[in-house]
């Protein structure tokens, strides 16, 4: 993807926290992205350029709910949430993964996602890909398939891109912006 003028804009309104949320760990934070409501449009209209032919908008908690929602609303697409563990009523289905600092899982409502569903998968970053991987093999539990996944943002010198890679080598990975 061409990096357009709004597209820099974009890359320059990212804040870069260290030691968030641990001892060396650079959090790269993309609130100043949704705060402005300029770039939360352009943000949102370029998230959208990646749907293909799908039914449904799966994003991932915490950013990726706020970025899916607002892609899905876009797309005119209806939006179905993955949630960290404990947060949705009912059966659910879960997938743990690993974090660059520490271990989490992942939550699906059963029977929210039919069987053959294509799913344009979002979240914010990808940094060792875990919860990417993780949601992914959320919505093949459902019997959905994932068309495409989309990052607001990647982080150069992690290993998510190969990661996801090497798990879904078949699944399209697209990041907006790489920093």
Do not use: W
Not at 14 to 35: E, T
Not at 50 to 64: K, L, Q, S
């Amino acid at each position: 993807l061409k990096v357009g003028y709004s597209l820099r804009k974009l890359e320059k309104a990212i804040r870069q926290v260290p030691d968030f949320p641990l001892p060396g760990i650079l959090f790269f934070d993309i609130l100043p992205l949704l705060k402005d409501s300029k770039h939360f449009a352009t943000l949102t209209k370029e998230l959208s350029m990646f749907a293909n032919a799908i039914d449904v908008v799966v994003g991932i908690e915490a950013r990726g709910l706020i970025l899916g929602s607002a892609v899905a609303q876009h797309l005119g697409k209806g939006f179905v949430p993955l949630r960290k563990k404990g947060k949705l009523p009912g059966a659910t289905l879960e997938e743990s993964y690993g974090l660059e600092y520490g271990k989490d899982t992942l939550e699906i409502q059963e029977g929210v996602l039919n069987r053959g569903d294509r799913v344009l998968l979002i979240d914010d970053v990808l940094a060792t890909g875990g919860t990417l991987v993780a949601g992914v093999k959320l919505i093949h539990q459902c019997g959905a398939v994932v068309e495409s996944a989309v990052v607001a943002l990647e982080i150069e010198g992690l290993p998510g891109r190969s990661s996801f890679a090497g798990a879904f080598p078949d699944i399209a990975l697209n990041s907006l912006l790489v920093k």
